[in-house]
């Protein structure tokens, strides 16, 4: 679910800024206009909001324990974490 909604933001005229484990998708979000961020802390730390597109309950909770909890009370933005449904 990240990929389309990456894509469409872009798309849409938004500046994103991407961060995933996986490597192998710089090039894809590149292609699309986006700018890959590195690690999630990287990208939180100079986001006005943030979203998290994560696979399930278990990665939602680890990325809350995380340092990247701290980076989410200096947002001006909204923080919206979604866990895929289903």
């Known amino acids: 679910m990240g990929r389309p ?3 469409n933001l872009v798309r849409d005229g938004y500046v994103v800024t991407a961060a ?8 894809m979000v590149a292609g ?11 990208v939180a730390a100079e986001a006005e909001a ?6 399930g309950t278990q ?3 680890r ?6 909890q701290r980076a989410r ?3 001006s933005g909204v923080v919206i974490s979604a866990p895929r449904c289903g």
């Not at 995933?20 to 090039?27: G, Q, Y």
């Not at 943030?50 to 696979?55: A, S």
């Open 5 to 7: 909604v990456c894509a």
């Open 20 to 27: 995933d484990v996986r490597a192998e998708l710089v090039s």
């Open 32 to 42: 699309w206009g986006a700018r890959w961020g590195g690690t999630p802390d990287e």
């Open 50 to 55: 943030l979203i998290t597109i994560l696979p």
């Open 59 to 61: 990665e939602l909770a």
């Open 63 to 68: 990325c809350h324990a995380h340092p990247l």
């Open 73 to 75: 009370t200096s947002l």
